[in-house]
């Protein structure tokens, strides 16, 4: 064959190759069922690793997305090419696409995009999962809370906490206000059997019915808006306005997710703490002004919101960050 000549070079397009590089490093990736990963993580003689944290974070992506996966274990190079797709499910589809698996993504896509983020998901898990409890205190009753539970990720860490520190009867709610969302959330807790989601509005008095006169032990709310967001964005502020107003001293011993939420107050030009010592609403003097999340409390250190998953960044190649997706 000839060679080519500059001009005809200039004329041909040249077709990327397309080279497969996992997820996260194989060595990192637990091979097992999500709902045998999820058993294995209740068991407390099971050490809670980042490495299981990162692959159980995988397994839910995948099984939200894919109904009636739950009991089959799901080969890496699957997880891949699903994050490879969701990497551009905004996007017209390609020849070959599955239409109805990208319709899916869409459908899905804000709480997916949270998920998405496996390393601060991860983080976030970790968090919850490796809080020390006391069952006896709360007579061997859990009571969980999930607010605004998106994928229900959240609420499996909370399953798997109580497990953990030997409760007996364990009882978790979600609240999620997406219709859409919900149905699909409700379908994959049910199936594994972590807890049950309420469509109804968590600014609304009856949203906090299924928990009437019980005392949540560990009460997750993850609607914090992005950085560059005040957290009105997210409903934030009016969501613990009044999970506090219904549930009053209820809460006194329960758990927080967040611990507590660093914001940044623009009129005053200072950093304000939200905890639940002030309802997560802040000093009154500034509950009307604009916040804008800064950081979190987590495992008991400050941390920026930027920094949160961090250490978990380790278990990812750095030709395969590209597919992951920010919460903040």
Same mark, same amino acid.
């Given at each position: 064959?000839?060679?080519?000549?500059?001009?005809? %070079?200039?004329?041909?397009?040249? !077709?990327?190759? *397309?080279?497969?590089?996992? &997820?996260?490093?194989?060595?990192?990736?637990? *091979?097992?069922?999500? $709902?045998?990963?999820?058993?294995?993580?209740?068991?407390?003689?099971?050490?809670?690793?980042?490495?299981?944290?990162?692959?159980?974070?995988?397994?839910?992506?995948? #099984?939200?997305?894919?109904? /009636?996966?739950?009991?089959?274990?799901?080969?890496?190079?699957?997880?891949? @090419?699903?994050?490879?797709?969701?990497?551009?499910? %905004?996007?017209?589809?390609?020849?070959?696409?599955?239409?109805?698996?990208?319709?899916?993504?869409?459908?899905?896509?804000? !709480?997916?995009?949270?998920?998405?983020?496996?390393? $601060?998901? !991860?983080?976030?898990? %970790?968090?919850?999962? /490796?809080? =020390?409890?006391?069952?006896?205190?709360?007579?061997?009753?859990?009571?969980?809370?999930?607010?605004?539970?998106?994928?229900?990720?959240?609420?499996?860490?909370?399953?798997?906490? !109580?497990?953990?520190?030997?409760? *007996? %009867?364990?009882?978790? +709610?979600?609240?999620?206000?997406?219709?859409?969302?919900?149905?699909?959330?409700?379908?994959?807790?049910?199936?594994?059997?972590?807890?049950? &989601?309420?469509?109804?509005?968590?600014?609304?008095?009856?949203?906090?019915?299924?928990?009437?006169?019980? $005392?949540?032990?560990?009460?997750?709310?993850?609607?914090?808006?992005?950085?560059?967001?005040?957290? /009105?964005?997210?409903?934030?502020?009016?969501?613990?306005?009044?999970?506090?107003?219904?549930?009053? #001293?209820?809460? =006194?011993?329960?758990?927080?997710?967040?611990? #507590?939420?660093?914001?940044?107050?623009?009129?005053?030009?200072?950093?304000?703490?939200?905890?639940?010592?002030?309802?997560?609403?802040?000093? $009154? @003097?500034?509950?009307?002004?604009?916040?804008?999340?800064?950081?979190? &409390?987590?495992?008991?250190?400050?941390?920026?919101?930027?920094?949160?998953?961090?250490?978990?960044?380790?278990?990812?190649?750095?030709?395969?960050? +590209?597919?992951?997706?920010?919460? +903040?």
């Amino acid at each position: 064959m000839s060679e080519l000549t500059n001009a005809q %070079r200039s004329t041909l397009h040249i !077709a990327p190759i *397309r080279r497969y590089t996992p &997820i996260i490093h194989p060595e990192a990736y637990d *091979r097992s069922s999500l $709902k045998q990963h999820i058993e294995r993580l209740c068991d407390p003689s099971t050490p809670v690793t980042d490495e299981s944290l990162v692959s159980l974070v995988l397994k839910c992506f995948y #099984g939200f997305v894919h109904e /009636g996966m739950l009991d089959t274990p799901i080969p890496l190079r699957d997880v891949t @090419e699903l994050f490879n797709l969701f990497s551009r499910h %905004r996007s017209l589809n390609e020849p070959g696409d599955d239409i109805g698996l990208m319709n899916t993504l869409r459908r899905y896509s804000y !709480a997916l995009r949270m998920l998405a983020d496996v390393p $601060k998901s !991860a983080h976030i898990l %970790r968090s919850i999962i /490796g809080k =020390k409890l006391c069952s006896e205190e709360h007579d061997g009753e859990f009571v969980g809370l999930d607010i605004g539970s998106g994928t229900g990720v959240l609420m499996i860490g909370q399953y798997i906490q !109580a497990r953990r520190n030997g409760f *007996r %009867r364990i009882e978790s +709610w979600g609240i999620e206000n997406d219709l859409f969302l919900g149905e699909r959330t409700f379908s994959f807790c049910r199936d594994l059997r972590v807890g049950i &989601i309420v469509p109804v509005d968590a600014k609304r008095p009856e949203a906090y019915s299924v928990v009437a006169g019980k $005392k949540p032990v560990s009460v997750a709310n993850e609607t914090i808006s992005a950085m560059s967001s005040d957290l /009105g964005t997210e409903d934030f502020m009016s969501i613990n306005k009044m999970l506090f107003r219904v549930l009053r #001293g209820n809460l =006194k011993d329960a758990h927080f997710f967040p611990e #507590g939420l660093i914001v940044y107050a623009r009129e005053q030009n200072v950093s304000v703490l939200l905890s639940k010592s002030n309802a997560f609403l802040g000093p $009154k @003097e500034y509950r009307s002004m604009h916040l804008y999340p800064q950081g979190l &409390i987590i495992e008991e250190q400050i941390v920026p919101l930027h920094s949160i998953g961090e250490e978990f960044q380790k278990f990812f190649p750095e030709q395969s960050r +590209w597919m992951l997706h920010r919460r +903040w």
